[in-house]
């Protein structure tokens, strides 16, 4: 079992960056990648960025290309999102996920029933 848990979200102004982090335990040797996800009131849950674990390919959904980066740290066993350029579209509360399933088309992450353990999200509010 994985257990991960996100932190860094809060408010900030349209124009500004957060950096987000996902903090991994438990059985992380058992994933494959680490996704980022967001979720506004009313929407359904929306793929932002993922990364493979391992190789550090990345896949990222064509709103914040370009805008937000994600990493990895293995030391600290954590999956950052760097946001940058922040809109107020933005705003939404951000999941942070691992799984499994091994494909090399990272087109496949951007599917949110293929991740298999949840962090419980952080709030990221962008003001404009």
């Known amino acids: 079992q994985v257990q991960l848990v996100e932190s860094g979200g809060g408010l900030v102004q349209a124009g500004g960056s957060l950096r987000l982090s996902c903090a991994a335990s438990?059985?992380?040797?058992?994933?494959?990648?680490a996704g980022w996800f967001r979720q506004a009131p009313g929407k359904e849950r929306e793929f932002v960025a993922a990364i493979n674990w391992g190789v550090g390919t990345t896949h990222y959904a064509d709103s914040v290309k370009g805008r937000f980066t994600i990493s990895r740290n293995d030391a600290k066993n954590t999956a950052d999102l760097q946001m940058n350029s922040l809109k107020p579209d933005d705003t939404a509360v951000y999941y942070c996920?691992?799984?499994?399933?091994?494909?090399?088309?990272?087109?496949?992450?951007?599917?949110?029933?293929?991740?298999?353990?949840w962090g419980q999200g952080t709030q990221v509010t962008v003001s404009s």
């Open positions: 438990g059985r992380t040797f058992s994933a494959y990648v």
């Open positions: 996920a691992t799984t499994q399933f091994r494909s090399s088309t990272m087109i496949t992450y951007t599917y949110p029933s293929l991740y298999d353990a």
